[in-house]
């Protein structure tokens, strides 16, 4: 209800401080009275399939697939420091976004790790991550398996070798467990090994 009304007509404008009047006084609002065609659902419907905004959206930048050509690394100048750069060779690296088929796979020295190991070792880029293609996860906080993920990966693609990098936390055996029963459910005689991170960055 608006003014007592159950909706504004044309003769009521609002001063701007709630009080509804007959006209605009500064004639900043008109109307058009003109007839309309009636309402085609089929002629919508058909408009809307030519719009570009009904064209399906790519979806999320992160799931964009990337290769990085890794340069060989700069000598510093004397007394200077080198920066570290990223030994990361493809993107995305989360096992629940990445392709199960990707030109990466081919060939590949698989690295599956759990998400922490990256932050508790300190040279986890360089003897980790450093010539390999990674995929990480934590099977606790994504609660999934990925086993099949991992067996399709594996089954699919030219995989060379496993390495699987965990934390010594029971739940990190979640991600030690699928990768070894997707390289069994694979068919496939791949050599693998594991890596257990200690919670203080040690390897055991």
Same mark, same amino acid.
């Given at each position: 209800?608006?003014?007592?009304?159950?909706?504004?007509?044309?003769?009521?404008?609002?001063?701007?401080?709630?009080?509804?009047?007959?006209?605009?006084?500064?004639?900043?609002?008109?109307?058009?009275?003109?007839?309309?065609?009636?309402?085609?659902? #089929?002629?919508?419907?058909?408009? %809307?399939?030519?719009?570009?905004?009904?064209?399906?959206?790519? *979806? /999320? &930048?992160? +799931?964009?697939?990337?290769?990085?050509?890794?340069?060989?690394?700069?000598?510093?100048?004397?007394?200077?420091?080198?920066?570290?750069?990223?030994?990361?060779?493809?993107?995305?690296?989360?096992?629940?976004?990445?392709?199960?088929?990707?030109?990466?796979?081919?060939?590949?020295?698989?690295?599956?790790?759990?998400?922490?190991?990256?932050? #508790?070792?300190?040279?986890?880029? %360089?003897?980790?991550?450093?010539?390999?293609?990674?995929?990480? *996860? /934590? &099977?606790? +906080?994504?609660?999934?398996?990925?086993?099949?993920?991992?067996?399709?990966?594996?089954?699919?693609?030219?995989?060379?070798?496993?390495?699987?990098?965990?934390?010594?936390?029971?739940?990190?055996?979640?991600?030690?467990?699928?990768?070894?029963?997707?390289?069994?459910?694979?068919?496939?005689?791949?050599?693998?090994?594991?890596?257990?991170?200690?919670?203080?960055?040690?390897?055991?």
């Amino acid at each position: 209800m608006v003014n007592g009304k159950a909706e504004l007509t044309r003769e009521d404008y609002c001063d701007g401080l709630g009080d509804c009047l007959p006209v605009c006084p500064t004639g900043a609002i008109t109307f058009e009275e003109r007839d309309a065609p009636a309402y085609d659902e #089929a002629a919508v419907l058909a408009v %809307k399939e030519k719009s570009p905004a009904s064209v399906p959206a790519q *979806g /999320c &930048p992160g +799931l964009q697939m990337n290769m990085f050509r890794r340069e060989t690394t700069v000598v510093p100048a004397p007394g200077k420091t080198a920066p570290q750069e990223s030994q990361l060779a493809q993107w995305p690296v989360q096992i629940k976004l990445v392709p199960v088929n990707a030109p990466y796979f081919n060939g590949a020295k698989l690295l599956i790790a759990a998400d922490c190991t990256a932050y #508790a070792y300190g040279s986890f880029q %360089k003897d980790f991550i450093c010539g390999h293609i990674t995929l990480i *996860g /934590c &099977p606790k +906080l994504d609660d999934v398996d990925y086993t099949e993920k991992l067996t399709q990966i594996i089954a699919n693609n030219n995989i060379k070798s496993v390495t699987i990098v965990r934390m010594e936390v029971p739940c990190c055996g979640g991600m030690e467990n699928a990768a070894k029963k997707a390289l069994q459910t694979s068919g496939k005689f791949i050599p693998w090994n594991v890596v257990t991170i200690s919670t203080d960055g040690k390897i055991l």
